[in-house]
């Protein structure tokens, strides 16, 4: 096997997720000889059909053993060089060409073929789905299969959930060679956060917090991230934000909800609250939530003053959001086009992609629903078609995919027109760099 992966079966979805693809540990329920294991980690023993590689190709060119690092490799999380450490960090950011538009960290869905699809149309960096350390460290077949990268995915941020420093940076040694940045959860507001006491459960035990940042920030060869929510006082906020930059993290992204506002619809993400952040420390700051389409992007920019926005749930349903493509709902009357591009495309896009880079079935399962959500509430027949399959493969996906195009339907992706710029490759693209 050439490439060097990591995998960890059924770690809860963050938001809404379709019937059929919730976590088999609500279903299943195993005796567990270790308290500190959650039931879903425990659930990572459990086989299922949708567990299996989705192909079997293996051209993802990355080693084995990962290599150690260069000892030469200053960390920027450490004052060396006469530098401060807020100038490491903004001298990092730039050297990755100041990513602007990123998608956002998502359990089963920011993997890798989704990853490239998105930075094919605009996003400039990603976050892989969270990773649990410790499991990482001791699972080679969770590794193997959660965690597969390539040259060409870079920008990286890789994520991890955990709350033991020494166990975090074993795990963030393995995957520091591939990535830009080690990022920290400490923004998961689920109970299945709550029961194995990570993410945004961490928020209640500041200086262990501390701890987790400061570990990576003094032993990894590449900065440390942290993606936040906020507290319900701006204060705390503040605090907590600069306690994280004294730490030695390198750049925050922070979610405008607390821990306490789970539902994206319900509540609107406070971007007030991430621009008096962005104001308050000397990093990069990127700012998440309510970023639907193309123009959110540049608002959110534009209000808040962050460096770069992530965004999660609307780039499941358009990948292509980062290049100015909008779904119906979201179209402008003024000066939108209607494009040929729809969502199907960027499905058959994406299972190519799937092809080269094999993940589990599940996740390709998660992101058709997605993909393909308006389609179906036309097609309700095909859904069903879908769900009765218990072993997909990708001759019946596109099979499926031409099925639907012969009814006649459409339904097709609108370009921002005000914003667009066309690339070398003849791609027409939105706004800046
Ligand atoms: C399917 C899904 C999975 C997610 N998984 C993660 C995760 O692994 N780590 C994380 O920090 N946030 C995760 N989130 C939260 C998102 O990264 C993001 O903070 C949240 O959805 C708000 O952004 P949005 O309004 O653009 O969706 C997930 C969200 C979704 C929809």
């Known amino acids: 096997m050439n490439y060097w ?17 919730l976590p088999s540990f609500l279903f299943k329920s195993k005796s567990n000889p270790n308290p500190n294991l959650s039931s879903t980690f425990m659930a990572a023993e459990a086989e299922d059909f949708d567990d299996g590689l989705c192909s079997t190709a ?39 060409g100041a990513p602007k538009f990123i998608v956002a960290p998502m359990v089963d869905n920011s993997e890798l073929p989704f990853r490239m699809l ?17 499991i990482f460290s001791e699972n080679e077949k969770y590794r193997s299969l959660e965690f597969t990268t390539c040259k060409e995915d870079r920008p990286l941020f890789v994520q991890f959930c955990a709350n033991d420093p020494d166990i975090l940076l074993e ?38 917090v501390k701890s ?77 939530g309510n970023v639907r389409h193309v123009s959110d992007v540049y608002s959110c ?59 589990p079935w599940r996740m390709v399962r998660s992101h058709v629903h997605k993909m393909l959500g308006d389609w179906f509430r036309m097609c309700p027949q095909l859904r069903q078609e879908l769900n009765a399959q218990s072993k997909l493969t990708f001759e019946w996906l596109y099979d499926m995919v031409a099925r639907l195009k012969e009814q006649g339907t459409k339904v097709q992706l609108f370009r921002n027109t005000s914003l667009d710029r066309v690339r070398p490759d003849g791609l027409v693209m939105c706004g800046t760099t």
């Open 5 to 21: 992966s990591a995998r960890f079966p059924r770690l809860p979805r963050f938001e809404s997720s379709h019937p059929l693809l």
């Open 58 to 96: 293996n051209d993802c060119p990355v080693a084995e053993s990962p290599p150690s690092p260069s000892p030469s490799l200053p960390s920027p999380g450490r004052r060396m060089n006469g530098l401060s450490h807020g100038e490491r960090a903004w001298a990092h950011w730039n050297s990755l």
């Open 118 to 134: 998105c930075r094919k149309y605009g996003a400039h960096g990603a976050y892989t789905p969270m990773l649990h350390a410790r």
């Open 171 to 208: 795990a963030a040694r393995r995957v520091e060679p591939y990535c830009d940045y080690v990022d920290i959860n400490l923004g998961c507001p689920q109970r299945i956060a709550r029961r194995g006491n990570y993410g945004a459960f961490l928020m209640d035990n500041l200086p262990l």
């Open 212 to 288: 987790l940042v400061e570990k990576l920030a003094m032993n990894l060869h590449v900065p440390v991230s942290c993606k936040i929510r906020i507290f319900p006082s701006l204060q705390d906020t503040l605090s907590y934000a600069k306690m994280l930059e004294e730490a030695g993290c390198s750049l925050l992204a922070v979610h405008g909800r607390t821990r306490d506002q789970k539902d994206g619809k319900k509540f609107r993400a406070d971007w007030d609250i991430i621009r008096n952040v962005r104001e308050a420390v000397r990093i990069p700051v990127l700012a998440n």
């Open 301 to 359: 920019l534009e209000e808040t003053g962050v460096e770069g926005v992530l965004s999660a749930e609307s780039l499941l349903e358009n990948p292509a959001l980062f290049a100015g493509y909008s779904t119906a709902e979201w179209r402008s009357e003024a000066n939108s086009l209607a494009c040929e591009l729809d969502q199907a495309d960027l499905l058959v896009e994406y299972l190519k992609m799937c092809e080269k880079y094999p993940i």
